[in-house]
């Protein structure tokens, strides 16, 4: 007898199965012919023939007998008993044999319960077969059966019940048992078959009303398309944005979420709460530019006229941005670090950012810092939140038009801090070269590429930047104008425009340089020009009224004429006395619009020994005072047993004007020494900087505009750290030329020259 494997067919004895013949081919190498005897053994998993062991197989098979062979590759065997397989031997590829033994079946069916079992399935079969187009054929073929074996081996290659479950059907002894076990499987089946229908039925109805939505939503869109070729006028806001997001070119996420907005305003509507919000977003996302501007090569010669014509002085800060150009032109990209302008106000910071943005052919956007204390005023305020709008930097890119403007970022010592946020901390990422590249707004809630922009950021004083935030920039100091400067400022810059704003034609007011050097030395107290471009301001009005009034055509403008003109009383400037006393000396100290000169007074009064300072000192200050006491009593130790019953008075005018830090130290030692040994000290005599209890002087900071606070108040000799002494290159000619400037390391140094300490005199400080 042929052996034949098969796999994943039901098996069962007593049946017709349809079989390809070329699976007796691939085992036997022939085809069947009718009359032959087979054995079908089942296999328990797809394998090659070539894999195939004893193990392959499970232990029951099927005797059959061919009973016909067609000419559409098939062939039929009725199948008659189960049998036991004993023994399985392999040969080659293709030959099996089996050693087999006759399993008997347990005869325990009742024929009137298998007429009942076989009624249930054919009306069950019947009523699946209502749904199909053919069911009167099938109906008739349902009823041609006669057994529900017949009905099961039929419905086999349709079952989705897996290889071991059909077994454990034909490994049943009791025919009643397997007729059960049949009964329920096609039941299941045929319920699964139902299901599996429905569900594709319902997907394919989705499927048609999806592709009957796009096809009409494509032909809208056609529709639409044409009518906004004949009437360009009339583009409705939604196609108008899609063809903006299309040409805008956007990055993916960017475009994403775009297209997304876009979707939801055409689900929603134009009378849709929300339709407004998403207007606006995809307006301003939209309006924003993507695209990376093409990098030109800068001229120089020609960047360097501009900031000269617009600006004077300024050397330092303009071969900064000269470097920063040159750079730009050979890397044919933005680079180089974040400019941080610092100096007193009417310096020029910002203004000279417009010239930058000149000199590179670039668009200028400032933003104001100052006062801001959310952060986000910076990152832009989430869309949840009704009334959401991007961040300042944002909102710059978008009024610019570019995306690689001149961006400065004006008053960044001013930000404040509160319960919604650091907005110091939110610039780290804005002002980092390394992470701007993908910026990402609350607003927009996609990245977008700062890495072109080239930011500019101004402050007054560098004492409330964080320092995270101060590590991101360079620091460039803009120093105050000497009065020679703020003359050449005047004449060429300050004058021409004020006369221009008021309507006098050039020549309209003439004045001598004498004027103006009275206007800058009485009038005006700055490091910077701004209170004297007030002044010419105010000048050129009122020479307005007297011109209209009198009918001139021009005017002539004295000195004595200068308070009346100006309609203002002259600044009391502080000035040094002629003469000295014991225990006052001239100090410098440098604020946030300048320098300022500073007398620190001393007197002694009988006490206990205590050391008593005003002046609304700080805390750097006080133990100033405290270091420079110590320090004196080492100078003078034959005076201790006397300052045991007097109290030192340390006093820094003006009392009402906080003061602060280290550089005030030489001056009180040398003021609290003149007191003690009665040698007085010439108030055109000033000095700055910090003391040690070894009598070492430290270096201080802001020299050039301490110097030219000195020169101002009419010092004439100065007393320096030697470690600021390479600060001296960045103070003006003529403020150099004024002052005598000495550089001292210890304070020994300092009473000496002033004949405090005598030459000869051995003391404990160094």
């Given at each position: 007898?042929?052996?034949l ?5 039901l ?13 007796l ?9 009718v009359?032959e005897?087979?054995?079908?053994v089942i296999?328990?998993?797809n ?14 098979g099927?005797?059959g ?36 033994s006759?399993?008997r079946d347990y ?5 009137s319960e298998e ?18 187009q053919n069911?009167?054929?099938t ?16 419905m ?5 019940s ?10 049943l ?10 009964e329920?499987l ?8 139902k299901?599996?229908?429905?569900a594709?039925?319902a ?28 009437h ?20 993916e996420?960017?475009?994403?979420e ?5 979707n939801?305003?055409?689900?929603e509507?134009k009378n ?6 998403l ?12 695209k990376?501007?093409e ?21 330092k800060?303009?071969n900064r ?5 040159a750079?730009m ?8 670090s974040?400019?941080?302008?610092v ?5 020029g910071?910002?203004?000279i ?16 810092l100052g006062?801001?204390?959310d ?14 709008m991007p ?13 690689n403007p001149?961006m ?8 404040g ?12 990422e ?7 590249n ?5 607003y ?20 409330t930047?964080p320092?995270p935030?101060?590590?991101r920039?360079?620091?460039i ?23 221009q ?26 490091a ?6 007030k002044?010419?301001?105010q000048l ?5 009224v007297?011109?209209?009034r ?11 004429e200068?308070?009346e003109?100006?309609?203002?009383h ?25 320098g ?6 001393t ?10 300072i ?11 005072a ?9 100078i ?18 003006d ?6 830090g280290?550089?005030?130290g030489?001056?009180?030692t ?23 209890l070894?009598?070492?002087i ?11 606070a000195?020169?101002r108040a ?47 005199r ?5």
């Open positions: 007898m042929a052996v494997p098969v796999y994943n067919v098996v069962l004895p007593g049946v017709d199965l349809y079989l390809k013949t070329d699976m081919r691939r085992s036997a190498g022939r085809l069947p012919y009359g005897k087979m054995i079908l296999q328990r998993q394998q090659a023939r070539s894999d195939l062991t004893r193990e392959s197989f499970y232990p029951i099927v005797t007998e061919v009973t016909d062979v067609n000419d559409n590759g098939f062939f039929v065997i009725h199948t008659r008993n189960r049998v036991n397989l004993e023994e399985i031997s392999i040969y080659g590829d293709s030959v099996i044999d089996v050693s087999v006759r399993r005869e325990d069916t009742d024929p007429q009942e079992r076989l009624r249930r399935v054919k009306v069950a079969l019947n009523n699946f077969a209502d749904g199909f069911s009167q054929m109906r008739l073929y349902i009823a041609r059966m006669n057994s529900i074996e017949e009905i099961a081996v039929t086999s290659p349709w079952m989705v897996g290889s071991e479950e059909r077994y454990r059907i034909l490994e002894d009791s025919c009643r048992e397997r007729a059960a076990a049949l329920k096609v039941l299941e089946n045929v319920e699964i078959t299901v599996n229908m429905e594709q039925s997907q394919k109805e989705d499927y048609q009303k999806i592709y009957r939505e796009s096809a009409i939503k494509k032909q809208m869109e056609f529709l639409q398309n044409e009518l906004d070729e004949m360009p006028e009339d583009v409705s806001d939604v196609r108008r944005f899609e063809i903006a997001v299309e040409e805008s070119g956007m990055n996420t960017a475009r994403r775009a297209k997304k907005i876009i939801r305003l055409k689900q509507g849709s709460p929300e339709a407004g919000m207007y606006d977003y995809l307006d301003f996302v939209t309006g924003l530019s993507w990376k501007e990098m030109h090569r800068i001229d120089l010669d020609e960047a360097e006229h501009i900031l000269d014509e617009q600006h004077y002085g300024l050397g800060v303009k941005i000269l470097q920063q150009i750079v032109n050979l890397r044919r990209r933005q680079s180089g974040i400019l941080l302008f100096g007193a106000p009417g310096t910071k910002t203004s950012g417009q010239s930058i943005a000149k000199a590179l052919n670039r668009e200028y956007v400032r933003v104001s006062g801001i204390r952060e986000a005023d910076i990152r832009g305020h989430r869309r949840t939140y009704i009334g959401a961040g300042r930097i944002m909102d710059g890119i978008k009024k610019s038009g570019v995306s001149v400065v970022l004006d008053e960044i010592d001013k930000l801090t509160s319960y919604n946020g650091d907005p110091a901390s939110a610039l780290l804005v002002l980092d070269p390394e992470q701007n993908t910026f990402t707004d609350h927009m809630n996609v990245p977008y590429d700062l890495s072109d922009v080239l930011f500019i950021c101004t402050a007054n004083t560098l004492d930047i320092a935030l101060l590590d920039m360079e620091i100091r803009f120093t105050g104008y000497s009065p020679l400067d703020k003359l050449s400022i005047a004449r060429e810059h300050l004058l021409p425009r004020a006369m704003s008021v309507g006098i034609p050039e020549g309209g007011i003439r004045m001598d340089d004498a004027v103006l050097e009275t206007i800058i030395s009485e009038y005006t107290r700055e910077g020009v701004r209170g004297l471009k002044c010419l301001d050129c009005r009122t020479a307005a007297r011109i209209v009198e009918n001139l055509t021009s005017m002539d403008v004295r000195t004595d200068l308070r003109l100006l309609d203002t002259p600044i009391h400037l502080k000035h040094v006395s002629e003469t000295g006393a014991t225990g006052i000396v001239t100090g410098l100290a440098w604020t946030a619009v300048g300022e000169i500073l007398n620190i007074e007197v002694i009064t009988p006490g206990s020994g205590r050391l008593i005003t002046g609304q000192l700080g805390d750097v200050m006080k133990e100033s405290q270091i420079a006491l110590t320090l004196v009593k080492s003078f130790p034959e005076r201790m047993q006397d300052m045991q019953k007097v109290d030192l008075h340390i006093h820094v005018p009392g009402a004007t906080p003061k602060d280290p550089s005030a030489i001056t009180m040398t003021a609290l020494a003149s007191l003690i040994s009665g040698i007085p000290v010439s108030p055109k005599v000033g000095m700055t900087g910090e003391i040690t070894q009598g070492l430290g270096a201080i900071g802001g020299l050039p505009e301490k110097l030219m000195a020169q009419g010092v004439e000799t100065v007393y320096i750290p030697a470690d600021n002494e390479e600060d001296l290159r960045d103070v003006p000619d003529e403020v150099r030329k004024a002052l005598t400037i000495v550089p001292v390391r210890t304070a020994r140094d300092v009473l000496t020259a002033l004949s405090i300490l005598p030459q000869n051995e003391a404990l400080a160094v």
